[in-house]
């Protein structure tokens, strides 16, 4: 257990429409990363907050927006949901922004179907 | 943006023989090289990780080399056992644009089997 959890495990909506995905970082931990992981595309990096600001963007759709709140815990929103946004979305969090190595602590994940 | 290419894609090898796994990384400002191992339907767990300043890390029976020159990293799985089969993923960081984050790019993965 990485002490990062994730709700709800499983998740299975139509297209059209909008899901919220939770993530809870482990105690200390500052950083929130989101990951996407498909058969198509693998494993990709999707956003990363830290204390509550964004910082880095990576290959996240318009249509999925994400925030930190001031408990540390993060959210992810996927709208306007399409069958090809059916993957295991993954959070993980790290203890400290920018220390050389960044050790990032994966969540057990969540399982998005879009039927 | 940064490319990593990862092979092989499926690695079977017998209980007691040793495995490696290379990854090739396109974009020199990356500094991070983690490797995680995912079982399946679980969470990708970090098993070693590499700095740029560092040719060689070992812990017990894994080993990760880095050849900044050849933008080329690989792992070493020594006596491996059938608790190892799973999908191994690597990773190539670099800060990202607020200097801060520590973007990573993923290989596609290799599937270790181990035959007892």
């Known amino acids: 257990d990485s002490g990062v959890t994730q709700t709800p495990k499983h998740l299975i909506t139509a297209t059209g429409q909008r899901v919220t995905l939770r993530c809870s970082p482990r105690?200390?931990?500052?950083?929130v990363y989101w990951y996407q992981q498909s058969l198509d595309q693998g494993l990709q990096f999707l956003i990363h907050?830290?204390?509550?600001?964004?910082?880095a963007k990576g290959n996240i759709l318009e249509r999925f927006s994400a925030q930190q709140f001031p408990d540390l815990h993060s959210e992810l929103n996927l709208s306007s949901l399409e069958l090809g946004d059916s993957a295991l979305y993954f959070c993980?969090?790290?203890?400290?922004?920018?220390?050389?190595?960044?050790?990032?602590?994966f969540g057990p994940g969540t399982r998005l179907t879009v039927l | 943006g940064e490319n990593v290419e990862q092979h092989p894609s499926t690695l079977s090898v017998q209980e007691g023989d040793s495995a490696v796994i290379k990854c090739t990384y396109s974009?020199?400002?990356?500094?991070?090289f983690p490797w995680y191992k995912q079982e399946l339907g679980k969470r990708p767990q970090l098993i070693i990780d590499?700095?740029?300043?560092?040719g060689e890390k070992k812990d017990q029976r894994i080993a990760v080399t880095l050849n900044k020159t050849a933008k080329h990293f690989s792992l070493h799985i020594t006596e491996t056992q059938p608790e190892d089969s799973a999908v191994y993923f690597c990773?190539?960081?670099?800060?990202?644009?607020?200097?801060?984050?520590?973007?990573?790019?993923f290989g596609r993965g290799t599937s270790l089997i181990v035959h007892p």
């Open positions: 974009d020199s400002a990356s500094n991070y």
């Open positions: 590499i700095r740029s300043n560092v």
């Open positions: 105690s200390g931990d500052l950083s």
């Open positions: 993980a969090s790290s203890v400290i922004q920018g220390r050389g190595t960044d050790t990032q602590y």
């Open positions: 907050y830290y204390n509550g600001e964004e910082r």
């Open positions: 990773a190539a960081s670099k800060r990202g644009p607020s200097g801060g984050s520590y973007i990573p790019t």
